[in-house]
């Protein structure tokens, strides 16, 4: 954040063709030292369970005396840093592109608006409060909204970044009053604490017990979290306009939408709907369910029918949206989520950590497949239509196999990251038993089971969609030789995502090993 704040301040004191974009990556790369270097101390301090644990007694033995104990803002555990170490690669997976593109009056705004949506983002994995977790989603929603004025100086852009400020507007005073009514009910904006008293139906200002009429504020509470964070997340009713503002903007625009604002999305509805479940969950379940089966299948069914690239992107990040809420709805459930697979062990991983994983190969797929398509790009035309990529093999061989790696992975194919997130998830789902007064049968949930076979019906669907763009690269003749004006810091972004993406893909115990 004091960077962006140092290149807002070098954007106002001088107008000259400096590097932003490596001072861009530079600072990334200080942010990365300095998380190794108070690495020891976040493993040395308490993990999140632990605080969780101990709010919880603290809440139960505090409430009897009409005290509360003293909140946490933010929460520094392993998982958050594994989380900041992931946003800033993803950071240097937007940046690089931009390397390679003609500096503009409003680069130094460009990158340093950059920087304040990673801010955001890494702010959001840390948050442990209400109003830290709202204040960050709106930093990144505005810097957001600023990238996709200055990134382009015509009126079609202007007019999207517009589109995306109203509907902004809207979706957080719709999240705003759903976090109201979640302080209205627990008298505390620490998550926590909520959690903690939703769960002992006590509130930490109110040593009584919270009656029946007042657990019933929890139920329009998740109603509009889930509403406030749709169009972050883009999941389906939310979806509509997306893949139309995907065509307008660049390439590069799409891909930072299709990224920053998901992955903050989605980990704030960890946060939150993790919190209010607590004393309600059967709702959260019935809300996620719904949500990820129309979501996933929509976004399929609406891709299959296009022709153009950006809207193909588009409706398909609807669809793995619908993925990553299966793995939500699955961790709601504490039961299910048994000795997890995170060691090498053979137990079953939770749902939110199965999740986590799709959303990162989602993610890192996503950037890649975006990079590559800024490399295509010819002078005053972007890639727009599949036949557009024909016979990319041999054309641009190094292109053409790193889109192919981006793809497979989307399309759940092994060896990839995406096939192992999509096992996760399947295995979380089916491990949801059902429950009656509290207590678990060993009998599997009828509505994850159904889940799961609609999710499989879907990866059919996913593989459809993805198969055409691969069939045009690798089995079709090409059209026109292209003549790629998108640089090789494009290429070169696509290159170090696909590295990724194998290393991933061969060794996912690894990376799941990071969310203990």
Same mark, same amino acid.
């Given at each position: 954040?004091?960077?962006?704040?140092?290149?807002?301040?070098?954007?106002?004191?001088?107008?000259?063709?400096?590097?932003?974009?490596?001072?861009?990556?530079?600072?990334?790369?200080?942010?990365?030292?300095?998380?190794?270097?108070?690495?020891?101390?976040?493993?040395?301090?308490?993990?999140?369970?632990?605080?969780?644990?101990?709010?919880?007694?603290?809440?139960?033995?505090?409430?009897?005396?009409?005290?509360?104990?003293?909140?946490?803002?933010?929460?520094?555990?392993?998982?958050?840093? +594994? =989380?900041? #170490? &992931?946003? %800033? @690669?993803?950071?240097?997976?937007?940046?690089?592109?931009?390397? /390679? !593109?003609r500096q503009t009056d409003a680069s130094a705004e460009l990158f340093a608006c950059l920087l304040l949506a990673l801010a955001g983002l890494m702010l959001v994995g840390m948050a442990n409060d209400l109003v830290v977790l709202f204040l960050s989603l709106e930093l990144i929603a505005l810097s957001t909204y600023m990238l996709l004025y200055?990134?382009?100086?015509?009126?079609?852009?202007?007019?999207?970044?517009?589109?995306?400020?109203?509907?902004?507007?809207?979706?957080?005073?719709?999240?705003?009053?759903?976090?109201?009514?979640?302080?209205?009910?627990?008298?505390?904006?620490?998550?926590?604490?909520?959690?903690?008293?939703?769960?002992?139906?006590?509130?930490?200002?109110?040593?009584?017990?919270?009656?029946?009429?007042?657990?019933?504020?929890?139920?329009?509470?998740? +109603? =509009?979290? #889930? &509403?406030? %964070? @749709?169009?972050?997340?883009?999941?389906?009713?939310?979806?509509? /306009? !997306?893949s139309e503002s995907f065509q307008k903007i660049s390439t590069w625009a799409a891909g930072l939408l299709a990224t920053i604002p998901k992955a903050a999305g989605f980990v704030a509805l960890v946060h939150l709907i993790t919190a209010v479940s607590s004393g309600a969950v059967a709702t959260a379940q019935l809300l996620s369910l719904v949500?990820?089966?129309?979501?996933?299948?929509?976004?399929?069914?609406?891709?299959?029918?296009?022709?153009?690239?950006?809207?193909?992107?588009?409706?398909?990040?609807?669809?793995?949206?619908?993925?990553?809420?299966?793995?939500?709805?699955?961790?709601?459930?504490?039961?299910?989520?048994?000795?997890?697979?995170?060691?090498?062990?053979?137990?079953?991983?939770?749902?939110?950590?199965?999740?986590?994983?799709?959303?990162?190969?989602?993610?890192?797929?996503?950037?890649?497949?975006?990079?590559?398509?800024?490399?295509?790009?010819?002078?005053?035309?972007? !890639?727009?239509?599949?036949?557009?990529?024909?016979?990319?093999?041999?054309?641009?061989?190094?292109?053409?196999?790193?889109?192919?790696?981006?793809?497979?992975?989307?399309?759940?194919?092994?060896?990839?990251?995406?096939?192992?997130?999509?096992?996760?998830?399947?295995?979380?789902?089916?491990?949801?038993?059902?429950?009656?007064?509290?207590?678990?049968?060993?009998?599997?949930?009828?509505?994850?089971?159904?889940?799961?076979?609609?999710?499989?019906?879907?990866?059919?669907?996913?593989?459809?969609?993805?198969?055409?763009?691969?069939?045009?690269?690798?089995?079709?003749?090409?059209?026109?030789?292209?003549?790629?004006?998108?640089?090789?810091?494009?290429?070169?972004?696509?290159?170090?995502?696909?590295?990724?993406?194998?290393?991933?893909?061969?060794?996912?115990?690894?990376?799941?090993?990071?969310?203990?």
């Open positions: 954040m004091s960077a962006a704040m140092l290149f807002f301040l070098g954007a106002f004191v001088t107008r000259k063709n400096w590097p932003w974009g490596p001072l861009c990556l530079l600072a990334l790369g200080i942010s990365a030292g300095v998380l190794l270097f108070s690495a020891d101390a976040v493993v040395e301090g308490p993990s999140r369970s632990s605080v969780e644990s101990t709010v919880e007694d603290a809440t139960s033995q505090d409430s009897s005396q009409g005290k509360s104990p003293r909140p946490l803002s933010l929460i520094c555990d392993g998982i958050s840093e +594994v =989380f900041a #170490f &992931a946003t %800033l @690669g993803l950071g240097v997976l937007l940046t690089l592109p931009l390397c /390679g !593109v200055v990134h382009r100086s015509d009126d079609v852009s202007h007019q999207v970044a517009t589109k995306h400020l109203l509907l902004g507007i809207f979706s957080s005073a719709l999240l705003a009053y759903g976090l109201s009514l979640l302080y209205g009910l627990t008298g505390t904006t620490n998550l926590l604490e909520i959690r903690a008293a939703l769960a002992s139906g006590r509130s930490p200002l109110e040593p009584g017990l919270m009656s029946g009429e007042e657990f019933r504020i929890a139920l329009p509470a998740l +109603v =509009f979290i #889930f &509403a406030g %964070l @749709g169009s972050r997340t883009q999941v389906v009713p939310y979806h509509f /306009g !997306v949500l990820a089966a129309v979501t996933m299948t929509v976004g399929n069914v609406m891709a299959l029918s296009q022709t153009r690239i950006r809207r193909i992107l588009a409706y398909t990040a609807t669809a793995h949206g619908g993925f990553v809420l299966m793995g939500i709805a699955a961790g709601l459930q504490r039961s299910a989520d048994v000795e997890p697979m995170l060691s090498g062990s053979s137990g079953i991983p939770g749902g939110i950590e199965a999740g986590l994983f799709y959303l990162g190969s989602y993610l890192l797929s996503a950037a890649g497949l975006f990079a590559v398509l800024i490399y295509l790009c010819k002078t005053n035309r972007q !890639v727009e239509y599949i036949d557009d990529l024909r016979g990319l093999c041999r054309t641009e061989p190094v292109a053409a196999v790193c889109a192919l790696v981006f793809l497979l992975s989307l399309s759940s194919i092994p060896p990839f990251p995406g096939f192992w997130g999509v096992v996760l998830l399947l295995l979380s789902s089916l491990a949801v038993p059902v429950t009656v007064d509290g207590l678990p049968l060993p009998l599997h949930h009828t509505g994850f089971v159904l889940l799961a076979f609609i999710a499989v019906l879907n990866l059919l669907l996913t593989v459809a969609v993805y198969l055409r763009i691969v069939i045009a690269m690798m089995l079709q003749d090409p059209i026109s030789l292209p003549r790629p004006c998108g640089g090789r810091p494009a290429l070169a972004t696509a290159v170090l995502a696909a590295v990724l993406a194998l290393g991933v893909g061969l060794f996912p115990g690894a990376v799941l090993g990071l969310f203990k």
